[in-house]
């Protein structure tokens, strides 16, 4: 499967952005898709995940109650609709499908190239 991100840009804190996940080859919904990111000098970090059907869903502690992650009807396409940015969500996102449902990077076998999301105190 292929998974091309994008959505990512600038945006003041307090503002929303909406990432893309899509999916070629297979559908996401062959696979659990969940979000990472990484921030300048730091270790890449789970954000989001998005189980196969039934749709179950995990968020890290730090983005609960502010981001959501979806999909579309076809399953190919995830989303994370991220509200009430703050500075320290400055990271590269990245989409990764596998087949498990983990918050370990090193579960996932296909990633997407990044996003760039850079929120602005």
């Known amino acids: 499967v292929q998974l091309q991100a994008s959505g990512g840009g600038l945006v003041q804190a307090g503002g929303s952005l909406r990432l893309s996940c899509a999916a070629s080859?297979?559908?996401?919904?062959?696979?659990?898709v969940a979000w990472f990111r990484q921030a300048p000098g730091e270790e890449r970090e789970f954000v989001a995940i998005m189980a196969r059907n039934p749709g179950s869903i995990d968020y890290a502690d730090s983005v609960k109650g502010r981001f959501t992650i979806s999909r579309d009807n076809n399953g190919n396409t995830v989303y994370l609709q991220m509200n009430s940015l703050k500075p320290e969500d400055t990271a590269v996102y990245y989409c990764a499908a596998g087949s498990y449902f983990s918050k370990n990077q090193y579960r996932y076998n296909y990633w997407g190239q990044g996003t760039q999301v850079t929120v602005s105190s």
């Open positions: 080859g297979r559908t996401s919904s062959d696979y659990y």
